[in-house]
């Protein structure tokens, strides 16, 4: 998909609530990302409460595996990842984990997004009464630098479907991922 192309709806069909058991409508999309190839986009909206899942599956998928990428310097934030709702994410140096659960979803964001992520969740989990001020500042702090690049760390994906990645201006390594 290029230049305001409109991707191809592949698929609409109707499925359970898995909060409030109503109806909700499920829409599935054929996008083609340059230099990477097609992917199906599966939205849901509950009209009733409001509950929304997206995911992102890959088309061409490959084997399990594990994807490690090292972000070194300025701009290697800037790498595109593209998660699954089934895959666990780990960023060892900062003590990071995204673990899939049943309200995991797929998307597609950069590396930069994905520190953002951790961002949102923290400030929010440090605005409560009962949270420790001096780590919510730590982190908040590794955290802003990790979002500029301004000190080194891994981001490690593993995707039991094979269906994530990561691209960027250099390769990540992958593994295979015994499952």
Do not use: W
Not at 8 to 21: N, V, W
Not at 33 to 40: E, M
Not at 113 to 120: E, S, T
Not at 135 to 161: F, H, P, Q, R, W
Request: some cysteine; proline content about 5%.
């Amino acid at each position: 998909m290029c230049c305001g192309e409109v991707p191809e709806k592949l698929a609409e069909y109707t499925s359970k609530c898995p909060l409030c058991g109503y109806e909700l409508r499920v829409l599935d999309y054929k996008y083609s990302i340059a230099y990477y190839g097609d992917v199906i986009i599966s939205t849901a909206e509950c009209p009733s409460c409001g509950f929304k899942h997206r995911d992102v599956l890959v088309l061409g998928k490959s084997n399990p595996r594990k994807i490690v990428y090292r972000v070194e310097e300025p701009g290697d934030e800037n790498a595109l990842l593209v998660k699954s709702s089934t895959c666990k994410i780990e960023i060892p140096e900062l003590g990071l984990t995204v673990e899939p659960g049943i309200s995991s979803q797929g998307y597609i964001t950069t590396i930069e997004g994905l520190i953002l992520d951790f961002i949102y969740a923290l400030n929010y989990l440090c605005e409560q009464e009962d949270a420790p001020r001096d780590k919510c500042s730590e982190l908040s702090s590794l955290l802003g630098k990790a979002k500029n690049a301004e000190v080194k760390y891994t981001v490690i994906v593993y995707d039991s479907l094979g269906v994530c990645d990561i691209i960027g201006k250099k390769e990540p390594a992958y593994e295979e991922l015994n499952v």
